[in-house]
Structure formats: C-alpha cells, structure tokens
T-cell receptor, first 112, second 114 residues
Framework: SQQGEEDPQALSIQEGENATMNCSYK?????LQWYRQNSGRGLVHLIL?????REKHSGRLRVTLDTSKKSSSLLITASRAADTASYFC????????????FGQGTRLTINP | SQTIHQWPATLVQPVGSPLSLECTVE??????LYWYRQAAGRGLQLLFY??????ISSEVPQNLSASRPQDRQFILSSKKLLLSDSGFYLC?????????????FGPGTRLTVT
C-alpha cells in the first residue's frame, strides 16, 4: 500500500475558512513534503519539513509533523478560491535512495 | 533559473504503436530525473529515476522503458502501447542536498491510448 495516505480524500469549504488536510505514513522518514496540483498541471512544491522539526510556516500554510504518530497535517488559513487544487504529501524515506513516495492526495474545493 | 520542459502536451496513440516522451531541464547540472504516471484522480506512481547519464532505475515492471542520453534529457519510451498505458505522465528533477530535496515538475503529457 502507499507510504503516504491523505485524509480526507476530498474537502469542500467556503472561502475564508481554514482547510486542514492530514497525511499518515508507515516507515521512518528523512523529511515530508507537501505539493499542490492544479487540474491537469504539474505538481508545485509547497513546503518541506524535516524529521527533527515539529512545525513550519510559509505564508498562509502551516505544516506539523508528529513522527511518533507518523502523521503530518497541512493547514491553509483564510482560504481563497485560487487554493482550489489537489494536495499531496510525499515522504523521503531514509532508505529511499533519493526517491519520494506520494500519497493519493486530497482534492480541495473552495467555494466563493 | 531552472526550467523543465515536457512534450508533447497531449498525445493520442493507437494500441500497439510506439511511444516517445521527452523531458529536458535547463539551468542546472547533474540533476536527478524522474518519470511518474498519474491515473485520473489518483496519486503519482514512480516509473523510473536516474541519478546520472545512462543510469536508469525501474520501479515497476511494465511495458515502458527510459533512457538518459544526455545530462539534462530524460526519455520515456514504449515499443508497443497498451490501453493501460493511458494516463498523465510527469517528469521531475531534483538536486540532492544532504537528505532533503524538493522535486520540480514539468507540465505533464496527457497520453490516451485508443
């Protein structure tokens, strides 16, 4: 099964609300990354959190990492219609030989 | 700045025909290169990755092959396409920096096998 699994699979909220997406993984990691994909486009890197970090911020994004629970969350505050996209977590396995393992993604829809 | 190109953007090919998708990176040297496939509404499946010219690692046994004839060129090929080869193909590059690195993706190729 996938190393990273996002939850929920789909999320629909009103503009201005906060959106929270979760990611769980199975094995030890060096770091965890979040990516965004607009429909029919390539993925764009959002943020990277290392295994020895617990929280990281970038603009309206906040990422947390709990290595004891093997989970991460991505919070988007004050959502905008332009945030509508799919969001993927990706893990860099300690023995992953420079590879990332992507989850199935959360489809986020922001309603105006 | 670095740029990654993929072409074509869309492709419709009959079953049994050959395939060649090309990916090139500009503005960096000795990148790691990756080919992914994404089924509709799904995550990314790593197909191949390369850490140098002529060095290809295959992740999933399948009908596809990859080659890296030049430092910044990565090609995905097939001799005979199957219906199951349809999907969205993404190329990506990264530079190894310690144990943490980001991947940068191309715009993708939408392949439909009919």
């Amino acid at each position: 099964s996938q190393q990273g699994e996002e939850d929920p699979q789909a999320l629909s909220i009103q503009e201005g609300e906060n959106a929270t997406m979760n990611c769980s993984y199975k094995t030890s990691i060096n770091n965890l990354q979040w990516y965004r994909q607009n429909s029919g486009r390539g993925l764009v890197h959002l943020i990277l959190i290392r295994s020895n970090e617990r929280e990281k911020h970038s603009g309206r994004l906040r990422v947390t990492l709990d290595t004891s629970k093997k989970s991460s969350s991505l919070l988007i505050t004050a959502s905008r219609a332009a945030d509508t996209a799919s969001y993927f977590c990706a893990t860099d396995l300690i023995q992953g030989a420079q590879k990332l393992v992507f989850g199935q993604g959360t489809r986020l829809t922001i309603n105006p | 700045s670095q740029t990654i190109h993929q072409w074509p953007a869309t492709l419709v090919q009959p079953v049994g025909s050959p395939l060649s998708l090309e990916c090139t990176v500009e503005g960096t040297s000795n990148p790691n290169l990756y080919w992914y496939r994404q089924a509709a509404g799904r995550g990314l499946q790593l197909l191949f990755y390369s850490v140098g010219i002529g060095q290809i690692s295959s992740e999933v046994p399948q009908n596809l092959s990859a080659s890296r004839p030049q430092d910044r060129q990565f090609i995905l090929s097939s001799k005979k396409l199957l219906l199951s080869d349809s999907g969205f193909y993404l190329c990506a590059w990264s530079l190894l920096a310690g144990v943490a690195y980001e991947q940068y993706f191309g715009p993708g190729t939408r392949l439909t096998v009919t």
